[in-house]
């Protein structure tokens, strides 16, 4: 090519990079939400990340913001979801953890969608996890952010002493300080517990063969819980040195392959039989279906304060795609989001 076409060639090339943006890198961008304000009864939330003293009136909730996934998009809809539904708003402080390299942005992104809302924004660094972390059935699973939960008592200052976790996936339909107040008696994690599923599916024949393993239960009456809503008192967590448990279970499985879902079993091996029982309406589960299809599920029988969309089906990606289920229209409408992109989560 002559050297004045290649030059020609060049500069259209740079132009056509600066005018068409690439949707890979865009940022997201939210509605602002309204502002939600306490309730007359409201006594005004005293707590300070330097104040080690227990403030009864406010309510800790912690959540990972994933800025390089469209799971942002389900953790604002679950932000406003728990703001538009609690008596005493003001007195909910929410406990962010993301990487460091997107804490601006998304700090941004907050202050903009929630210009009202008192929040902390803690990095989690992946390699803190990384070598731990064994491929699962589905790749979303085996992200590092997903595992950050484990962290928390080690993130969050001392002062935070009891956090609500919740996942991305998930719509609050009720006040959260009724979850708040549940009494964990002696236990360090309280959720709901489902006694009724087949234990033994959530890990392999290696393990049950094992009894260095399968006697982990032994003393025990193992129930399958959820870990995507858990009340955690960090306190006795952190005493208890739950995190270097978890950890242990993690390098088990890198070397043995006992289970094959994520951040899951981990949980269950340290906490099943262990877990103070929440009623099943605060995680009405699975409602993403499995994790390999995704098809749609109904509501279990009873009453319902959350839905959670674990499993693959995401309410985003059938609502873009059009495809919705009918409970993805319950989750619509705290969806800020201000464009239609087509998500895809493998």
């Not at 033994?200 to 809503?229: D, I, L, M």
């Not at 409408?333 to 992109?341: A, G, I, K, S, T």
Request: charged share 20%; aromatic share 12%; glycine share 6%.
């Amino acid at each position: 090519m002559p050297p004045n076409l290649m030059l020609l060639a060049t500069a259209g090339i740079t132009l056509l990079l600066l005018v068409v943006p690439n949707s890979a890198t865009k940022t997201p961008q939210f509605r602002e939400a309204p502002a939600f304000r306490n309730g007359k009864e409201c006594a005004k939330s005293q707590w300070s990340t330097t104040d080690s003293v227990h403030d009864n009136d406010t309510i800790q909730i912690a959540m990972t913001l994933d800025y390089s996934s469209p799971y942002l998009r389900g953790s604002i809809a679950g932000v406003l979801s728990v703001l538009q539904h609690s008596t005493c708003p003001e007195n909910t402080v929410f406990h962010f953890l993301a990487t460091q390299r997107h804490h601006q942005p998304l700090r941004r992104t907050i202050t903009a969608t929630f210009p009202y809302l008192n929040f902390h924004l803690y990095p989690f660094n992946p390699t803190t996890v990384n070598h731990l972390i064994s491929f699962s059935i589905r790749r979303a699973l085996d992200q590092p952010l997903n595992y950050a939960r484990i962290y928390l008592a080690d993130l969050l200052p001392p002062a935070v002493t009891r956090i609500i976790y919740l996942d991305s996936d998930l719509i609050v339909i009720d006040d959260i300080a009724k979850l708040w107040r549940i009494n964990l008696n002696s236990h360090a994690l309280g959720a709901p517990e489902y006694c009724h599923a087949n234990f033994s599916h959530y890990f392999s024949s290696r393990f049950w063969t094992n009894p260095a393993f399968s006697t982990v239960f032994k003393g025990r009456k193992p129930c399958y819980f959820n870990t995507g809503v858990m009340v955690i008192d960090l306190t006795k967590w952190r005493n208890h040195g739950y995190t270097e448990k978890l950890e242990y279970w993690m390098r088990i499985q890198k070397r043995y392959r006992i289970y094959e879902l994520g951040s899951l079993p981990p949980f269950l091996l340290v906490f099943a039989g262990n877990v103070e029982g929440v009623e099943h309406r605060w995680n009405q589960h699975g409602l993403g279906g499995d994790n390999l299809e995704g098809l749609c599920r109904d509501l279990h029988p009873g009453p319902v304060s959350l839905l959670h969309w674990s499993g693959k089906g995401k309410p985003w990606l059938r609502l873009d795609a059009k495809r919705a289920c009918t409970l993805d229209n319950l989750w619509a409408p705290y969806d800020l989001f201000r464009h239609e992109y087509l998500f895809s989560d493998s």
